[in-house]
C-alpha cells in the first residue's frame, strides 16, 4: 500500500513539474530589452481578456495612454518525423513548440519578434535576429508569403511556416482591438 502511494506521489509530482515546464513563460527577459529598445520601458502591460488560444494579448500603457500592444505565445510545430509520418496519431507528443512575443505599435503595425524558448530539434534558424526583422513594420493589411516576402529557410520549412501563419493569425486579431 505504501509504495503504491509513493508511486502515486512520484507521478504526479513529476506531471505537475512537466506541466510548469511547458507553461509560457509571460516577462522573458528579451520583452523587457525589446521594451526599452522602443522606450517603452516604464510602460504597463495589462492583460487582454484570453482572446488567443495559443498565448496572450496585452496592452501597452504608460500613464493611461495606450501605447501598443504585446503577445507572448507558443507555436506547436512537429516533432522530426511526426507530422509527415502517418502511423502517429497528432497529438501533443508528436509536437515541440517555440515560445515568442510580437510587439506592437500604436498601429497596430509589427516592431519586432523574438523567439525566446526553442524546444524543438529542427528550425533554430528562425530565432536568428537577421531573419526575424522581415516582419517589422508587418500589418493586416499586407500579406506574409514564404518564398515572396518571408526568406525560407533551409531544414527549417515546418517552424518558418508556423511562425508565419501565427504572426498573420495574430497581427489580424490584433487589428480588431
Not at 502511494?5 to 515546464?21: C, K, M, P, T, W
Request: aromatic share 10%.
Amino acid at each position: 500500500m505504501l509504495l503504491k502511494i509513493l508511486i502515486i506521489f512520484f507521478l504526479v509530482g513529476n506531471h505537475s513539474a512537466e506541466d510548469q515546464r511547458k507553461q509560457i513563460e509571460l516577462q522573458p527577459q528579451q520583452l523587457q530589452k525589446e521594451l526599452k529598445k522602443a522606450q517603452l520601458e516604464e510602460s504597463q502591460l495589462t492583460l487582454i481578456d484570453s482572446i488567443v488560444v495559443s498565448g496572450k494579448v496585452f496592452r501597452i500603457e504608460n500613464q493611461g495612454n495606450n501605447k501598443g500592444y504585446v503577445y507572448i505565445g507558443r507555436v506547436n510545430s512537429c516533432r522530426a518525423g511526426g507530422c509527415s509520418n502517418p502511423n502517429l496519431e497528432s497529438d501533443q507528443n508528436n509536437s515541440e513548440y517555440f515560445d515568442y512575443f510580437i510587439l506592437f505599435n500604436q498601429e497596430k503595425q509589427v516592431i519586432s519578434v523574438r523567439v525566446f524558448n526553442y524546444q524543438a530539434t529542427h528550425g533554430y534558424e528562425i530565432s536568428s535576429k537577421g531573419w526575424l526583422k522581415q516582419f517589422k513594420g508587418y500589418h493586416a493589411n499586407l500579406s506574409l508569403k514564404v518564398n515572396k516576402n518571408i526568406d525560407q529557410i533551409s531544414g527549417a520549412t515546418v517552424s518558418v511556416n508556423a511562425i508565419v501563419d501565427d504572426i498573420t493569425n495574430v497581427t489580424e486579431i490584433i487589428q480588431t482591438l
